[in-house]
């Protein structure tokens, strides 16, 4: 059994009606569900939840205190390549977009390295465009061999590889990673990928599991928000990882938020999302899972990333260039979609200490340090 099989148990569920049927006590009944169903997952990502947004929100940050305290994880994303092989209808990495392609050398990501390890980091996400062609694994396994001796905890968001490759890259010293499956309709799946391998639907489905399965301790997924809508995109998200969650209880799992933001494409299909539906859904997100963690990144504009914070975050990014080298060179390639929130570690950390959160640069150390 996959996470396929949900896909199709809920392919033709009829969200309108059941969210029409909803009601406010139904509502406040899953706001304090002890083990919540798909259900009480749905009553809360309704229209109707709307209602009661203040009561979700004092029941997210009353289970955020228990299960985290006054702590948020702090890490950067080192963007280390940028070829990309897929034509991907809302991404500026694609194939089709004529941009400054860029790969650093093993030197340079020595450079990169330096330069970020000097912000106080000890987490570190390496990202790649999609192209196993231009970055294959051996690149990878190249590459985090290099960062190991500087980051205790080194994450990948990269092409989806099998179990066998994602074995190599924890051996070399990864230990998390990051998925979107950008959305878990697949019909619009189907139409936003236009081609390349990333059209493959089940197989980018299945790679968390797969990382799982070569050894990874940290899983985090989401959808693109923007491609559908996002009541469906979120509820599909929640119910990916907690499949994840009954089969592999050991995973640290951990959810993001991301709403598409402006690239050089000419993409206009987007489905809004207001700020009040990204709250709802993170509110959603604590409630129906307490103990996973959530990470808001700086797509999202610096005030509304801090009041966010109370409601369930526990991981955020910052000191962020999207730019291939472009936390140590003028020559970095070009970035993959714009930031809203570009300012300094330093200021991050500040902000934080001023709202009362201790900013965690390193949480664990690998067994032979």
Known sequence: MSFYSVVEKFREFNYDEYFNGVTLNQIKKSIYEENPTY??????????????????????????????????????????A????NNCAYCGYGVKNKIHRKQLTKE?????????????????????????????????????????????SIGIEIYPMNVEDYEKVVKAGAD???????????????????????????????????????????????????LN??????????????????KYPFVELSYSLPRIRPFGGEFNDIVEVTDKNIVQVLLAFRIFQKNIGINVSTRERAEFRENLLPLGVTKISAGVSTE????SSNNAGDAQFDISDDRSVEEIKEMLISKG???????????NE
Not at 176 to 205: A, C, M, W
Request: negative net charge.
């Open 176 to 226: 998390s990673l990051t998925v979107y499956q950008e959305v878990y309709d697949e019909k619009i799946y189907d139409k936003v990928h236009i081609s390349g391998p990333k059209k493959n639907f089940k197989f980018r489905l299945d790679a968390p599991e797969r990382g799982l399965q070569g050894g990874m301790r940290i899983i985090s997924i989401g959808a693109l928000l923007g």
């Open 324 to 327: 291939v080298g472009g936390h």
């Open 39 to 80: 259900e009480d997952l749905l009553n809360l990502l309704s229209p109707k939840a709307e209602e009661v947004l203040e009561e979700m929100a004092q029941r997210a940050h009353e289970l955020t205190l228990q299960h985290f305290g006054k702590s948020i994880g702090l890490y950067t994303p080192m963007y280390i």
């Open 108 to 152: 340079e990501i020595l450079k990169e390295a330096e330069a970020i390890s000097k912000m106080g980091f000890k987490n570190l996400l390496v990202l790649t465009g999609e192209s196993e062609y231009h970055t294959p694994t051996e690149y990878v396994v190249d590459s985090i061999k290099t960062l190991s001796d500087k980051f205790p």
């Open 357 to 367: 959160y201790q900013p965690v640069f390193k949480d664990w150390v690998r067994a």
């Open 82 to 85: 940028n070829y990309c092989v």
């Open 229 to 246: 809508e996002f009541r469906r995109e979120a509820f599909m998200t929640a119910m990916h990882g907690k499949y994840l969650r009954d």
